[in-house]
């Protein structure tokens, strides 16, 4: 593309992109970094940018002609194929390969694709990843049966294009899988019914916003960060009392509301077996491409095998900051090479595996429903923060790496020749100010 792009154009089009990204369950600073970019590359270093989970502004031009866009949006979530086309422009963006009013009309056939698998094969797909968190976290043949049935409940009722029953769900979701599993508890071996009960509920758990919220802290986006945090939380709770509602509902001990630390032992297999069919449960309910369910099954079993370093190496409380540590390095490559696979396609279901929401739910449900689930909860907040911490150094590794530590420590020192920056008029008002009364009293 050849020449500087009308502001109003390009300021839509950076808007449509980090609204994208959003829906991505991208960082905010991941996000402000990816549109300074895009907008150095078409010219326009002097666009400002405030980014935040349901609000973005873009403000292009300058101070002289500064034109300001700005857009609110709420529950807006990408599947796999979306992210996947969203990214794809996004590279040809930070090279000006697109021509902005032709981005804006592709970033509205990304918000109108249709997903490229029918309701069966979702609903399908959500009933496998169910089954395959099964083997992992309640590796019982009545228990995976169980999550299987239930996971096909759930990913029907996610079908259902109603905006109420949306706003409901993970309290109905969590009701109908705890009157099923708490029914069925002593009538099969189904193993830890709370474990047991994460399986079906994984799509809700917020383990990606509060690891990402945790991240933004830690990188100063206070704003962002305690917002989506506070969301996190939020969503468990509402887990949280879907499960002590259908409990209630049973009348059941409040007992059965905490882990059992009993261990399992199971054949090697069957979690290696967890993890494949995981995968090909978020391929085919998230309509993911085909090129990317690789990558994806990469990126799961490094997460998994970390975990299993960091449960020998410093136990399971923090296992899953070994494993963030070495999925995140990997996650980036991956979105690095050539015909890889967007980050978020990758670092989402490697959060689901990890567990951060699933600990969380367990500590909160505990917490609530006994005398003695405090610690059940400390740890849940334990696992969060090791994942995030694994998160952050894993990134911060692959970027010495990648782009040598001058790249990530060194700080850039404006120019002589460099415009003042803007914001300043306070501080100009104040020098010249004292200026002028040197020179009275002189």
């Known amino acids: 593309m050849s020449g500087t792009p009308d502001d109003d154009v390009l300021g839509r089009f950076l808007l449509g992109l980090a609204e994208g990204m959003n829906a991505s369950a991208e960082s905010v600073d991941r996000v402000q970094e990816t549109m300074a970019r895009v907008a150095t590359a078409y010219g326009s270093d002097d666009t400002d940018f405030m980014i935040l989970p349901t609000v973005i502004l873009v403000e292009t031009g300058g101070a002289e002609r500064g034109r300001v866009v700005i857009r609110s949006s709420t529950n807006v979530s990408f599947r796999f194929d979306q992210i996947a ?3 794809t422009l996004i590279e040809e963006a930070k090279l000006a390969e697109v021509d902005p009013d032709d981005g804006i009309e592709r970033l509205n056939e990304i918000g109108r694709m249709r997903p490229s698998r029918g309701w069966f094969l979702r609903t399908l797909g959500h009933a496998v990843l169910t089954a395959g968190l099964a083997l992992l976290l309640a590796p019982t043949w009545q228990g995976v049966i169980v999550a299987f049935v239930l996971g096909a409940v759930i990913g029907l009722l996610k079908l259902v294009p ?5 706003l409901i769900m993970p309290v109905v979701a969590a009701g109908i899988c705890a009157v099923a599993v708490f029914g069925l508890t002593g009538v099969l ?3 830890d019914p709370i474990s047991l009960l994460i399986a079906p509920l994984v799509t809700f758990l917020p383990g990606g916003a509060l690891t990402t919220g945790t991240v933004e802290l830690a990188a100063g986006q206070m704003l962002a960060g305690s917002s989506r945090l506070v969301y996190g939380f939020v ?8 499960i002590l509602a259908g409990g209630t509902i049973l009348g059941v001990d409040s007992a059965i509301y905490t ?5 399992v032992v199971v054949a090697w297999w069957v979690p290696l077996t967890g993890v494949v069919v995981f995968a090909v449960g978020n391929y085919l309910h998230f309509s ?3 090129r990317t369910f690789g990558w994806v099954l990469l990126a799961l079993f490094v997460a998994y095998f970390g975990q299993l370093v960091g449960a020998a190496l410093i136990g399971p409380a923090v296992s899953g900051f070994i494993g963030a540590v070495a999925m995140t390095p990997v996650v980036l490559w991956i979105a690095a090479l050539r015909h890889g696979a967007p980050s978020q396609l990758t670092f989402l279901p490697a959060f689901w595996l990890l567990v951060p929401g699933a ?6 449900t505990a917490l609530v429903a006994t005398d003695v689930g405090r610690p059940d909860f400390t740890q849940a907040l334990a696992s969060v923060l090791s994942i995030a911490l694994g998160v952050l150094i894993g990134t911060a590794m692959y970027r010495a790496i990648h782009h040598g530590t001058e790249a990530v420590f060194a700080i850039a020192m404006p120019s002589p020749e460099a415009p003042p920056r803007k914001f300043t008029w306070w501080f100009t008002r104040r020098a010249q100010s004292s200026s002028k009364d040197r020179e009275e009293r002189a």
């Open 189 to 191: 071996d189904i193993g």
């Open 359 to 364: 600990a969380g739910l367990a500590g909160l």
């Open 235 to 242: 969503q468990l709770g509402l887990l949280a009392f879907g």
């Open 259 to 263: 882990p059992t630390d009993t261990p």
């Open 288 to 290: 993911a491409p085909v």
């Open 85 to 87: 086309a969203l990214y």
């Open 162 to 166: 109603s905006s109420t029953l949306q």
